[in-house]
T-cell receptor, first 114, second 113 residues
Framework: EAQVTQNPRYLITVTGKKLTVTCSQN?????MSWYRQDPGLGLRQIYY???????DKGDVPEGYKVSRKEKRNFPLILESPSPNQTSLYFC?????????????FGPGTRLTVL | SQQGEEDPQALSIQEGENATMNCSYK?????LQWYRQNSGRGLVHLIL?????REKHSGRLRVTLDTSKKSSSLLITASRAADTASYFC?????????????FGPGTRLSVLP
């Protein structure tokens, strides 16, 4: 089944404790992206990747890192999480550039930073 | 910065009625897409309209795009309870390496049986 998977789905952590949220897609998509969703703000793009080893900042990249060593995986790294990073995170992928391609979304990761 | 802004923020209608949601954006776009999100779940793509298109249909969905007014509308005809969800428009912009996406805050639609 074609899908985008994220792990973990739920995470409660403490300030400063490094964490990684994994994202994987099995559709051979070139474009992958991370978003955070907060009430009243919709989805905001954190980082995106055009292909392996090609990443760029979205609208809210501060406090996050990403890497794209393999086409299928696009992990999101929080080196030192803070409470303002408590949010619902979505990974998405599309065949090529997102603009004229449908994005497929993962189920989301709900992160709480205490 | 928010590019897409949906209007209204929330909409309640009776089953069978039509629902119209609007999206406005600030800068020129290449494409505009609409997505649906059921509570707390991932978004699902509904329809894409390119900047050189004015109207598009998909089943009970009708999307219009007015680039002169920088706005788009999504019409859902003969709504059903299952259409209850949040609806987002998304526009694409060119970043350093490619295109990144901007979503609006969404319209929360409730269809009452």
């Amino acid at each position: 089944e074609a899908q985008v998977t994220q792990n973990p789905r739920y995470l409660i952590t403490v300030t400063g404790k490094k964490l990684t949220v994994t994202c994987s897609q099995n559709m051979n998509h070139e474009y992958m992206s991370w978003y955070r969703q907060d009430p009243g703000l919709g989805l905001r793009q954190i980082y995106y990747s055009m292909n392996v080893e090609v990443t760029d900042k979205g609208d809210v990249p501060e406090g996050y890192k990403v890497s794209r060593k393999e086409k299928r995986n696009f992990p999101l790294i929080l080196e030192s999480p803070s409470p303002n990073q408590t949010s619902l995170y979505f990974c998405a992928s599309s065949l090529r550039l997102a603009g004229d391609n449908e994005q497929f979304f993962g189920p989301g990761t709900r992160l709480t930073v205490l | 910065s928010q590019q897409g802004e949906e209007d209204p923020q929330a909409l309640s209608i009776q089953e069978g009625e039509n629902a119209t949601m609007n999206c406005s954006y600030k800068t020129s776009i290449n494409n505009l897409q609409w997505y649906r999100q059921n509570s707390g779940r991932g978004l699902v793509h509904l329809i894409l309209i390119r900047s050189n298109e004015r109207e598009k249909h998909s089943g009970r969905l009708r999307v219009t795009l007015d680039t002169s007014k920088k706005s788009s509308s999504l019409l859902i005809t003969a709504s059903r309870a299952a259409d209850t969800a949040s609806y987002f428009c998304a526009t694409d912009h060119t970043g350093n390496y490619g295109q990144n996406f901007v979503f609006g805050p969404g319209t929360r639609l409730s269809v009452l049986p």
